[in-house]
């Protein structure tokens, strides 16, 4: 009897299982969203841009979305734009409480290489690190729907310190004269929303005639109280914040009795909304005499004091620094041409 000839079994079972092996092996990494660069250093007022970078990793993608959450105490959106790889339709979200909701993308032709949902455009507003955090990310091809990997980023805000300085740093006066000096606020990349000084003097050498508001803390602002030789809490308040260098207050001084001493600066603070920062101090020094102009104190304004001038004070200062009598930010022939007109022979005894 012949028997019957035939396929073998098994390898029609190892090909099936080889070819279950390749299906499963074929099958796509998982997508992957981020925040690209994934660590930005920055400066307070700089500007700069992160992209919420989507990887397909092997599928095509029809559509992308993506909430992302950041500090808005920290930085504000300047503007969110199409990073251009959904080419189809794009929407750039709604900025609320620290939020850009439904950020989102569509493609007809479907995106298979990594490429930018969308580039953030922020403004460093005061510093500190914070996480750029990705939420609610989903991306879809055809068929499916897909949970992709996150990736946040962080940032890294810096800034120099505030500054609060007495302006101009040296003041050259006679005795009767009165003058000005003003306490400056140089907020540093911050936005200043309070700044608080106290100011220390010499009673024996000026009296204080005034103190008036700077203008830079447009809601409201205290001139402090005078008594022993400290002006107890000048402060000034802004609702609009003060981001460039201006004036807490102007104190007007009169000249009574010569000398050199020196206005200090103490208890100083300013205020962002979110915290309380001590600030670097600059004082200034208040040179009092007899006879203004006298530089080299012989009781004469002279041609020695000319070349004091030329030699020690000339050229660009801070105005109504020490030799700049017009005030005009220069000690130069202006200057001396002052100095001869007004001031000029002995001194008053």
């Known amino acids: 009897m012949r028997l019957r000839r035939g396929l073998s079994p098994l390898p029609l079972f190892f090909a099936a299982l080889s070819l279950f092996g390749v299906w499963m092996g074929a099958s796509a990494a998982q997508p992957v969203i981020s925040i690209v660069p994934s660590a930005t250093d920055v400066s307070v007022g700089e500007e700069f841009s992160v992209f919420v970078e989507v990887d397909p990793a092997g599928y095509t993608l029809q559509m992308a979305h993506a909430d992302i959450i950041y500090d808005e105490t920290k930085v504000s959106i300047v503007e969110v734009k199409n990073g251009g790889a959904f080419e189809y339709m794009f929407n750039n979200g709604t900025i ?16 298979s290489s990594k490429g930018n949902l969308a580039e953030i455009v922020m403004r460093a507003e005061n510093p500190g690190n914070f996480t750029i955090g990705i939420s609610d990310a989903g991306v879809g091809t055809e068929n499916e729907t897909i949970t992709p990997i996150i990736n946040n980023g962080t940032v890294c805000i810096s800034a120099p310190m505030p500054v609060i300085s007495i302006k101009p740093s040296s003041v050259d006066v006679s005795v009767g004269e009165e003058f000005s000096v003003f306490v400056e606020v140089d907020p540093a990349g911050y936005t200043l929303q309070m700044a608080h000084a106290d100011i220390i003097y010499d009673e024996t050498k000026v009296s204080i005639v005034e103190v008036k508001n700077g203008g830079a803390f447009e809601y409201m602002f205290h001139g402090g109280t005078i008594e022993d030789g400290i002006i ?114 002995r001194c008053p005894q």
């Open 96 to 111: 609320l409480d620290g939020i850009i909701d439904d950020i989102m993308g569509l493609s007809l032709r479907g995106v």
């Open 232 to 345: 107890n809490d000048i402060m000034g308040l802004s609702q609009e914040g003060v981001t460039t260098v201006g004036n807490l207050a102007e104190i007007v001084m009169r000249a009574e009795s010569p000398g050199e001493f020196e206005i200090g600066i103490s208890d100083a603070s300013v205020g962002t909304e979110t915290e309380t920062i001590s600030p670097s101090i600059y004082n200034g020094t208040v040179s009092i005499s007899i006879c203004r102009g006298d530089f080299n104190g012989d009781g004469y304004v002279n041609i020695d004091d000319v070349v004091y001038m030329v030699v020690n004070l000339w050229g660009p200062c801070e105005p109504g620094a020490t030799g700049d009598f017009n005030g005009d930010g220069y000690v130069n022939i202006l200057d001396v041409i002052y100095m001869v007109i007004h001031l000029w022979g």
